[in-house]
C-alpha cells in the first residue's frame, strides 16, 4: 500500500467529528456507481445522516469504524466497518460492511489494507466468523477472494444500481478462530 495511508480506527468522538469526510468518500463511490446501499444521487445530507447513525452505532459500542487516511493531512480516503452487534446465538460473528475506497486512490491497496484491519479488529473483539456481501463480478469480488473469503453463494437480482437496473449480489465468510 501507498506508503502515504494509515489505517485506523475511528473513535466515538472521531467518527462523529469526521462525518462530512466520511460522506465525501461515500458519495465519491456512489457517484462511481458502486451499489452500497443507495440510490443515485446521493446528497451530502442524506449522507451525512448516514454517518451520524454509524457514529451512534460506534459509539455505543454496536461496531467498530476504521478509516484509511492520506498523510499529511489525515484526509480520509477509505473505510470499512466491522458490525459486532449480532443476535445472541451469534455472538461469535460480526459482519463486514461499508467498505469504501475514494475513486482517485484506488487499485493502490488501500481496500486491502482496510480488510485486513478489519479482520485484525474483529479478531481482537473475539469474532471468528466473518461474513460480507457484495456485488457479483465486482472489484471487491476478487477483493475479498485474494483475501482468502470463502464465496457462499450468489443471489440473483439481490440489489440495484445507483442509476437503478438489478445486481446480484455474492455472499462472502471467513472463518478468522476456531
Ligand atoms: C472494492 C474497493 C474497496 C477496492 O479498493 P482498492 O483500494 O482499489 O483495493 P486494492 O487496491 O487493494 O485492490 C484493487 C486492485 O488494485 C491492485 N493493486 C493493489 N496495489 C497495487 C499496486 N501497488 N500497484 C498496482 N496495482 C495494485 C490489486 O491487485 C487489485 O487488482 P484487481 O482489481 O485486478 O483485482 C473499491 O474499488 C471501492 O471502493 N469500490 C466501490 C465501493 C464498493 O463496491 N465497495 C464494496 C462493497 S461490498
Not at 457514529?55 to 466497518?81: C, F, H, K
Not at 475513486?103 to 466468523?129: D, I, P, S, W, Y
Not at 472489484?139 to 477472494?145: D, H, K, P, Q
Request: hydrophobic share 45%; net charge positive.
Amino acid at each position: 500500500m501507498s506508503e502515504h495511508v494509515a489505517i485506523c480506527v475511528l473513535s466515538p468522538r472521531e467518527a462523529k467529528e469526521r462525518i462530512g469526510a466520511l460522506s465525501a468518500v461515500l458519495i465519491d463511490c456512489v457517484e462511481g456507481g458502486a451499489s452500497v446501499g443507495f440510490m443515485a444521487p446521493l446528497s451530502q445530507e442524506r449522507a451525512n445522516s448516514f454517518w451520524k447513525g454509524v457514529a451512534e452505532s460506534v459509539a455505543a459500542s454496536e461496531r467498530i469504524l476504521l478509516a484509511a487516511q492520506d498523510s499529511p493531512d489525515g484526509q480520509i480516503v477509505g473505510t470499512v466497518q466491522v458490525v459486532l452487534r449480532q443476535p445472541e446465538n451469534q455472538p461469535h460473528r460480526a459482519d463486514i460492511a461499508k467498505m469504501l475506497v475514494h475513486r482517485r486512490v484506488r487499485n493502490r491497496g488501500v481496500g486491502a489494507a482496510l480488510m485486513r484491519a478489519a479482520e485484525e479488529a474483529a479478531r481482537a473483539a473475539g469474532k471468528t466468523v466473518l461474513v460480507l456481501d457484495t456485488v457479483t463480478g465486482s472489484n471487491a469480488e476478487r477483493l475479498y477472494t485474494r483475501l482468502g473469503w470463502q464465496k457462499s453463494g450468489v443471489i440473483p437480482n439481490y440489489a440495484l444500481w445507483p442509476q437503478g437496473g438489478f445486481c446480484d449480489t455474492t455472499i462472502f465468510y471467513k472463518q478468522i478462530g476456531q
